[in-house]
């Protein structure tokens, strides 16, 4: 059984046996958020020299981080290539696929994993977030849609308008939780590609579980009903999605998180909801344990 592993930021997750933590809570303020390409690269460096070889899923904290999930996939190109690869799948509120000019952060990774070599797909699960409307959708970056590399997989949010421009296939929209579950496995059921598997916890309800951000409309069974499908082909995966107080240093960083309005968070609910995240983990880990 590989160990699950731990990197500590934001001190968010909870104490998990057999784990590996690794403390990079010097960490915290530089890439939480988002950061420049060098400083990207620059933990990079000190990831990779961290990690154990061979380890189980990585749990990282606070959805801020979910652009270290690039790291990861990208630390695959040793194990995977154009001739034999793998699909991402991830469970998000939101598309993670936004045009950032400052480096890469926790909205933009996705394009980055999609223009791996050894990545066929991506497929993002459970967005709600108006970042996929008409209004924003600006703000996308286009390549992979347009390449039929990414699809976004999603529920109350109009997505129409994205027919009229050819991108029909990119956009796929559904009535409720199950029926955009049912559609998924179905269109995996035949595929053999190994999968990375990584889980923002906002993907789910509020009435499941409370996060930074704000929240889709999955429950919990459909993230376990997706891994008992393709557990066989899952060859690495991360959960984000902790709840932590955090408050930037950099101007620039408060900034860019007020215009998220991330809501405030009282000490009691803080104890409260993380002792129910801490729940929650466990029981992912347990489905996903190998």
Same mark, same amino acid.
């Given at each position: 059984?590989?160990?699950?592993?731990?990197?500590?930021?934001?001190?968010?997750?909870?104490?998990?046996?057999?784990?590996?933590?690794?403390?990079?809570?010097?960490?915290?303020?530089?890439?939480?958020?988002?950061?420049?390409?060098?400083?990207?690269?620059?933990?990079?460096?000190?990831?990779?020299?961290?990690?154990?070889?061979?380890?189980?899923?990585?749990?990282?904290?606070?959805?801020?981080?979910?652009?270290?999930?690039?790291?990861?996939?990208?630390?695959?190109?040793?194990?995977?290539?154009?001739?034999?690869?793998?699909?991402?799948?991830?469970?998000?509120?939101?598309?993670?696929?936004?045009?950032?000019?400052?480096?890469?952060?926790?909205?933009?990774?996705?394009?980055?994993?999609?223009?791996?070599?050894?990545?066929? #797909?991506?497929?993002?699960?459970?967005? *709600?977030?108006? +970042?996929?409307?008409? @209004?924003?959708?600006? =703000?996308?970056?286009? /390549? $992979?849609?347009?390449?039929?590399?990414?699809?976004?997989?999603?529920?109350?949010?109009?997505?129409?308008?994205?027919?009229?421009?050819?991108?029909? #296939?990119?956009?796929?929209?559904?009535? *409720?939780?199950? +029926?955009?579950?049912? @559609?998924?496995?179905? =269109?995996?059921?035949? /595929? $053999?590609?190994?999968?990375?598997?990584?889980?923002?916890?906002?993907?789910?309800?509020?009435?499941?579980?409370?996060?930074?951000?704000?929240?889709?409309?999955?429950?919990?069974?459909?993230?376990?009903?997706?891994?008992?499908?393709?557990?066989?082909?899952?060859?690495?995966?991360?959960?984000?999605?902790?709840?932590?107080?955090?408050?930037?240093?950099?101007?620039?960083?408060?900034?860019?998180?007020?215009?998220?309005?991330?809501?405030?968070?009282?000490?009691?609910?803080?104890?409260?909801?993380?002792?129910?995240?801490?729940?929650?983990?466990?029981?992912?880990?347990?489905?996903?344990?190998?």
């Amino acid at each position: 059984m590989t160990c699950p592993i731990i990197l500590n930021f934001d001190r968010s997750v909870g104490e998990i046996c057999h784990a590996k933590t690794i403390d990079f809570t010097q960490w915290q303020d530089a890439i939480r958020f988002g950061c420049t390409k060098k400083k990207f690269h620059q933990f990079n460096d000190v990831l990779q020299q961290s990690l154990p070889e061979n380890h189980g899923t990585v749990l990282m904290g606070s959805g801020d981080y979910h652009h270290i999930s690039l790291l990861l996939i990208e630390n695959l190109a040793k194990q995977y290539s154009a001739e034999n690869p793998i699909q991402v799948v991830i469970f998000d509120n939101h598309p993670d696929n936004m045009r950032y000019l400052f480096g890469i952060h926790c909205g933009s990774w996705v394009s980055y994993v999609a223009s791996l070599p050894f990545v066929s #797909h991506v497929h993002v699960l459970g967005i *709600t977030s108006h +970042d996929i409307g008409l @209004s924003h959708f600006w =703000e996308n970056r286009w /390549s $992979a849609l347009f390449h039929k590399k990414l699809t976004y997989w999603s529920l109350e949010v109009n997505v129409a308008w994205a027919k009229k421009i050819g991108l029909g #296939h990119a956009f796929r929209h559904f009535a *409720t939780p199950d +029926d955009l579950i049912a @559609s998924f496995l179905s =269109e995996q059921y035949h /595929s $053999a590609q190994p999968v990375y598997l990584s889980i923002d916890k906002d993907a789910l309800s509020e009435d499941v579980i409370h996060t930074n951000w704000d929240q889709g409309k999955l429950q919990t069974y459909h993230i376990l009903d997706t891994i008992s499908s393709i557990k066989p082909r899952i060859i690495g995966s991360d959960i984000t999605g902790e709840l932590s107080i955090w408050q930037p240093s950099n101007w620039f960083k408060r900034l860019l998180s007020s215009l998220d309005k991330q809501p405030t968070i009282s000490p009691d609910k803080l104890i409260n909801w993380q002792r129910e995240q801490h729940q929650l983990n466990l029981t992912l880990l347990k489905a996903l344990a190998v």
